[in-house]
């Protein structure tokens, strides 16, 4: 009975970990202009500090972000609401230089949270242009995934936030196809796989390439076939140690 008792309250404590979690990332994605969005967000057992995030911005842009706060628990978790929200404002001030963006949440990072470390992608979406000017601190490379072409766009390498005295990286820009979708996502990803680093890249980005041609209209088909893939035997919606967030960008 003890050890039944023990197990309810795990679980119990796990469900209140994954609400919380879900609570603090975005209700829906906006809709705009010449993008659709999808996003999947699995939540490690002890609760972690990935997230994701889509804002609309001025001009009919579109903010992008996804990242990871160290740690776990309800501390990581609270970490990662204010460092969200805080990208949320530095995004609306000066969106079109993500470097900027990334080195004002850096600094909000070594002065509040002198304790953690995180990594961040974020990105300026110009739908019309079919553009995303991108920059990343010390996270993984995004994958661009179209009819013709499933390739990792190329990043700067850099440190995380709160890792270094001064943070900054060069940004970069993606150009996209009609119908290309770019996929962002956390390393949880590539760790639930439990294989080494390159590997996993590599099954993820054969996933990617596997797409079959009736899914790629749709981002949300995208990001589940990936999941499936990358994470077979059900890995994708079973309970693991890490957090898992994917965010779709297709273009139209």
């Not at 490690?44 to 500090?49: I, K, N, S, T, Y």
């Not at 990871?68 to 404002?89: F, I, K, Q």
């Not at 969106?95 to 509040?112: I, K, N």
């Given at each position: 009975a003890?050890?039944l008792a023990r197990l309810l309250?795990?679980?119990?404590?796990?469900?209140s970990?994954?609400?919380?979690?879900?609570?603090?990332?975005?209700?829906?994605?906006?809709?705009?202009?010449?993008?659709q969005?999808?996003?999947?967000?699995?939540?490690?057992?002890?609760g972690?500090g990935?997230?994701?995030d889509a804002?609309p911005?001025?001009?009919?842009a579109l903010?992008?972000a996804v990242?990871?706060?160290?740690?776990?628990?309800?501390?990581?978790?609270?970490?990662?609401?204010?460092l969200?929200?805080?990208l949320r404002?530095?995004?609306v001030?000066?969106?079109?230089?993500?470097v900027a963006?990334?080195?004002?949440?850096?600094l909000?990072?070594?002065?509040?949270?002198?304790?953690?470390?995180?990594?961040?992608?974020?990105?300026?979406?110009?739908p019309?242009?079919?553009?995303i000017?991108?920059?990343?601190?010390?996270?993984?490379?995004?994958?661009?995934?179209?009819?013709?072409?499933?390739?990792?766009?190329?990043?700067?390498v850099?440190?995380?936030?709160?890792?270094?005295?001064?943070?900054?990286?060069?940004?970069?820009?993606?150009?996209a196809?009609?119908?290309?979708?770019?996929?962002?996502?956390t390393d949880?990803?590539l760790h639930r796989?439990g294989e080494?680093?390159?590997?996993?890249?590599a099954?993820?980005?054969?996933?990617?390439?596997?797409?079959p041609?009736?899914?790629?209209?749709?981002?949300?088909a995208?990001?589940?076939?990936?999941?499936r893939s990358?994470?077979?035997d059900?890995?994708?919606?079973?309970?693991?140690a890490?957090d898992?967030?994917?965010?779709?960008?297709?273009?139209?």
């Amino acid at each position: 009975a003890e050890h039944l008792a023990r197990l309810l309250e795990l679980e119990r404590t796990r469900t209140s970990m994954a609400t919380m979690s879900d609570e603090l990332l975005p209700a829906r994605l906006p809709r705009v202009a010449g993008v659709q969005l999808a996003a999947r967000h699995r939540t490690g057992p002890r609760g972690g500090g990935d997230w994701y995030d889509a804002l609309p911005l001025p001009d009919a842009a579109l903010g992008l972000a996804v990242g990871s706060v160290t740690g776990s628990g309800p501390s990581a978790v609270a970490a990662m609401g204010r460092l969200r929200a805080s990208l949320r404002a530095y995004a609306v001030m000066e969106g079109e230089d993500p470097v900027a963006v990334l080195s004002d949440l850096e600094l909000l990072l070594r002065l509040t949270e002198p304790a953690r470390s995180a990594t961040a992608l974020f990105g300026y979406c110009e739908p019309a242009a079919r553009k995303i000017t991108l920059a990343g601190a010390g996270h993984s490379p995004p994958l661009l995934i179209g009819q013709r072409r499933t390739e990792f766009v190329e990043t700067s390498v850099s440190a995380p936030l709160g890792m270094l005295a001064c943070w900054e990286a060069p940004s970069v820009e993606i150009l996209a196809e009609p119908g290309e979708t770019i996929l962002l996502y956390t390393d949880g990803l590539l760790h639930r796989t439990g294989e080494a680093t390159d590997r996993a890249f590599a099954r993820l980005h054969a996933a990617a390439a596997g797409v079959p041609r009736a899914l790629r209209g749709d981002p949300g088909a995208i990001a589940d076939h990936v999941l499936r893939s990358v994470l077979p035997d059900g890995l994708d919606t079973a309970e693991g140690a890490e957090d898992v967030v994917l965010l779709a960008v297709r273009f139209e």
